[in-house]
């Protein structure tokens, strides 16, 4: 792992940001004038090749944005991510995470508090996402924007959104890009509880497969135990067509290039939606933009 | 500028050219019509090397951008538009996903690294594009649309031209670019192509209809049957077709 940033803005009257379980990461030994910035943020550079583990709460109006990038080497990540009534919690994650690596997210976002997350692996090795998130209190809301570009590697993504009371929403969309002989795994599942009015809850998963032996699995799944709730959810496996090659061909891009139009567009859109300009450039460099 | 010789090509099974014979000299205007069906799109695939053709005999050489005569049947299909050549397809192709302006701007800087001229960056080519689409009755909400994707027939023909004004080429093929247009866009997209007509590029014209050659006048009339030429007029033919249809042309042709 490279870095993490933790930035922390000031809302209300406490600017704790609660870390019980690290491994080495240790909050208190910054210096707390940074805390008093109108956006402190710690920069903590982290031993590679090691097993992180945190534990990350906000307190009720707290805001927070933990960045990961990932470098080589098998870099595991397990959150556990509890946000407490209006707290605002967003994760960017990108890079390239090592061979068999595996990443685990389990949220709870109560009352009017958000989750936001922003990921896109570039060339990552072999590996396992899995996440867990419960929308527990009213107006608690879930967003993920996702994009995983596999090349020659195994990947697979698991997640589970459990809308638990009325008036919560989620928003969904994972996108995977496949080349070389490549595999993807696409599972989601959104369950929403029993008398749970007003639950809005959106998933895409959308797929390019650019390489006639990159194979894609995608289950988007919904379970309702209500009525009264808007869903949608979908997936597409897309492989570019020889006429729309061969449209762009006859405008002198060439067949390589053509297949890097296509890509770098099915990325740009999930990458668009990055709008804190030092993430994106750090995402940018990570996929050699 | 464009010499098609004795050009054949087949798909699958089915023989579609059966002898095509063009000259194109630079600074021209020519126009092919002739009857649905008779082979005049397979002209323009084949020439930009379309995957769905094979070339049975024949040659097609183009006087390229780079001064030098290229044989276009040897070339890759991006080549070809690299040296100089541009069809304007009757159906242009919907790639969702990618936006007009990212696609417009790889096209772009395909062609000036060919030339070894320094690409644009995205601020300078939006500057450069701007001009061009908003000439053609396109705002900037375009450029940020999927390419053809959601265009009506007509707008996807313009869009024909505006891809035509980016690559600046010497010789362009466009085929029913007029189809689908109402009056107002076949007066702007015939304006267009005068505009970018000069003394060292020329154009061929495919169309059924006297309107858009009205505007653009070309210098010689091809009727086109049966996969090949058979007759070559001036712009008064234009006239005759329009009234008479082709029957007393294929007719006369096959005697
Ligand atoms: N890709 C193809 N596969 C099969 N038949 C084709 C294909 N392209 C053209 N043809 C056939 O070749 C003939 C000429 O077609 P086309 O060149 O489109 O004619 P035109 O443009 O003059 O109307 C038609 O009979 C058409 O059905
Ligand atoms: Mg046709």
Redesign the pocket.
């Known amino acids: 792992m490279k870095k993490v940033m933790i930035g922390l803005l000031r809302k209300g009257s406490r600017n704790v940001l609660n870390l019980p379980q690290y491994t080495s990461l240790n909050v208190a030994n910054n210096p707390t004038t940074s805390v008093e910035n109108s956006s402190p943020r710690y920069h903590l550079e982290l031993t590679p090749k090691q097993d992180q583990s945190f534990a990350i709460s906000l307190e009720a109006q707290q805001e927070a944005r933990l960045c990961f990038g990932f470098e080589d080497g098998k870099e595991n990540l397990d959150l556990t991510v509890d946000l407490k009534p209006g707290s605002h919690l967003k994760i960017f994650r990108y890079g390239s995470p090592g061979s068999q690596f595996s990443h685990s997210i389990k949220g709870n976002v109560s009352k009017n508090a958000s989750l936001e997350i922003f990921e896109l692996y570039s060339k990552p090795m072999n590996g396992h996402i899995k996440s867990q998130i419960d929308l527990s209190g009213e107006g608690a809301e879930y967003t993920i924007h996702s994009f995983t570009d596999l090349d020659h590697c195994h990947m697979s993504h698991q997640g589970l959104v459990r809308h638990l009371v009325p008036n919560t929403f989620s928003n969904q969309q994972h996108r995977f890009c496949l080349n070389g002989a490549s595999k993807g795994n696409y599972e989601g599942d959104v369950f929403i509880e029993e008398g749970s009015s007003g639950v809005r809850a959106n998933q895409l998963n959308q797929n390019l497969v650019l390489h006639p032996e990159s194979r894609m699995h995608t289950k988007p799944q919904l379970q309702i135990f209500h009525d009264d709730v808007k869903c949608t959810h979908g997936a597409t496996i897309t492989q570019p067509n020889p006429q729309q090659l061969f449209y762009l061909n006859s405008r002198g891009i060439s067949p390589a290039k053509a297949m890097g139009l296509l890509h770098q567009s099915f990325r740009e859109v999930i990458m668009n939606l990055c709008h804190d300009p030092e993430v994106l450039q750090e995402v940018q460099a990570s996929f050699g933009v | 500028m464009l010499t098609i010789k004795n050009l054949s090509a087949k ?2 099974d ?1 023989q ?1 050219l059966k002898g095509v014979n063009l000259d194109v000299q630079a600074g021209s205007k020519h126009a092919i019509m ?10 323009a ?1 084949v020439l930009s090397g379309h995957p ?2 094979e070339v049975t005999s024949g040659e097609a050489w183009l006087e390229g951008t780079k001064g030098e005569r290229v044989n276009l049947l040897e070339l890759e299909a991006f080549e070809r538009s690299l040296h100089g050549l541009f069809i304007g397809f ?1 159906y242009p192709v919907e790639v969702p996903g990618v936006n007009n302006l990212e696609f417009l701007r790889a096209s772009f800087n395909s062609l000036c690294e060919f030339h070894g001229s320094a690409p644009l960056d995205e601020e300078e080519f939006k500057v450069f594009i701007a001009e061009k689409t908003s000439s053609l009755g396109f705002g900037e909400p375009f450029l940020a649309r999927d390419l053809n994707a959601d265009l009506s027939g007509g707008e996807k023909k313009r869009n024909e031209i505006i891809q035509l004004s980016v690559l600046n080429p010497k010789l362009a093929v466009m ?1 029913e670019t007029d189809s689908g247009l109402d009056v107002d866009a076949l007066r702007e997209v015939g304006g267009a192509l005068n505009n970018l007509h000069h003394s060292e590029n020329a154009y061929i014209m ?1 169309t059924h209809y006297e309107r858009l050659l009205e505007i653009v006048k070309p210098d010689f009339v091809h009727v ?1 049957h049966d996969g090949k030429i058979i007759k070559t007029a001036d712009r008064s033919i234009v006239k005759e077709i329009d009234e008479k249809g082709y029957d007393w042309l294929i007719e006369k042709g096959q005697s």
């Open positions: 798909t699958g089915t579609i002739g009857p649905n069906g008779s082979g005049k799109s397979t002209l695939k769905d053709y009757q085929d495919v086109f």
